[in-house]
């Protein structure tokens, strides 16, 4: 129905920036809640930063001020930009979107597979 496809992670050392995005593709009438969300080897997957269709942003404390969510809804595509890189923001990368296939439909959250980000000198 919904696919998630993240793209950007890869390996950055300490200070640096990467650009992750996610696309959604399949029978979408609308998006409302985005998200990112990150886990790292033996731990909790933990929320990394939301943004709505209107383009309002919530990011984990860790976070503030590094990086940045935007969203195009024409393209039904997430972006989180992320600067300052530190060790401790390795890990696998995953979006997430509610989605409604219908005007007055209820949402339905779709996650995508995840990307890996290393960060390492």
């Known amino acids: 129905q919904v696919q998630l496809v993240e793209s950007g992670g890869g390996l950055v050392q300490p200070g640096g920036s990467l650009r992750l995005s996610c696309a959604a593709s399949?029978?979408?009438?609308?998006?409302?809640?985005m998200g990112w969300y990150r886990q790292a080897p033996g731990k909790e997957r933990e929320l990394v930063g939301t943004?709505?269709?209107?383009?309002?942003?919530n990011y984990a404390d860790s976070v503030k001020g590094r990086f940045t969510a935007s969203r195009d809804n024409g393209k039904n595509t997430v972006i989180l930009q992320m600067n300052s890189l530190r060790p401790e923001d390795a890990a696998v990368y995953y979006c997430?979107?509610?989605?409604?296939?219908?005007?007055?439909?209820?949402?339905?959250?779709?996650w995508g597979q995840g990307t890996q980000v290393t960060v390492s000198s």
């Open positions: 997430n979107a509610d989605v409604s296939f219908r005007a007055d439909g209820p949402y339905f959250r779709y």
């Open positions: 399949g029978s979408i009438f609308s998006i409302s809640l």
């Open positions: 943004i709505t269709s209107s383009g309002s942003t």
